[in-house]
């Protein structure tokens, strides 16, 4: 739990160094084999706290509870969480797409758009912020459908695959600050403007 969170404080790879694999025999856990973990994810970059951030880390730690209780939220942050397994670019991408469409997905028609609208009503500090906000995240979609649609490996770049999970990660953690249900969080972005703070 404290991995994945420290994931979503901040930007860095942060992995477990070791692995146990085990089996429980009569409650009572038994080892099957164990060794060094391999680091995964992007970027190779080892996760650093600087020391003007460790205040706000451990204040972040501590109230912040998981797993999350709206099943929607959790799902984003599993996603989030599994894009830093893989060593492929695209199949990372793909599990932060995933994470966007749990958060602001209620059907299948017009999910680029609705998705891109959402992030940029969510996230944007103002009129301007939120027109590029919604511009690069729809963009990022058009990616993400034409490497699902094509399989052209090519469409996407490891800063691609950065910037969206800069974009999941501040969504997941702006919708667990309004705690609102996630048909009620969709419902206050849809009547909110850009600019506009909908919370």
């Known amino acids: 739990h404290v991995i994945q969170l420290m994931r979503l404080f901040k930007e860095g790879n942060i992995f477990m160094p070791v692995v146990y694999y085990y089996f429980v025999d009569d409650s009572i856990p038994k080892c099957i084999m164990g060794g060094r ?9 080892l996760y650093t706290i600087e020391s003007s951030e460790i205040s706000d880390l451990q204040i972040f730690l501590q109230n912040t509870k998981l797993p999350f209780k709206e099943p929607s939220l959790q799902l984003a942050l ?31 028609t017009e999910l680029g758009y609705r998705i891109s609208r959402s992030v940029a009503v969510l996230l944007g500090k103002d009129k301007e912020d939120s027109a590029r906000i919604f511009a690069d995240v729809k963009n ?24 969206l999970r800069d974009y999941v990660r501040k969504s997941i953690r702006k919708v667990r600050e309004i705690g609102k249900s996630k048909q009620e969080l969709l419902d206050m972005l849809n009547s909110s403007g850009f600019g506009e703070e909908p919370h």
């Open 37 to 45: 973990a391999l680091m995964h994810g992007f970027p190779p970059d």
């Open 78 to 108: 599993g996603n989030f969480n599994l894009g830093y397994r893989f060593y492929n670019v695209n199949l990372s991408f793909l599990s932060l797409m995933i994470s966007l469409e749990a958060l602001f997905n209620l059907s299948n």
């Open 140 to 163: 990022l979609y058009n990616k993400r459908s034409k490497f699902v649609h094509t399989g052209n490996s090519n469409t996407i770049e490891i800063e691609d695959m950065l910037r």
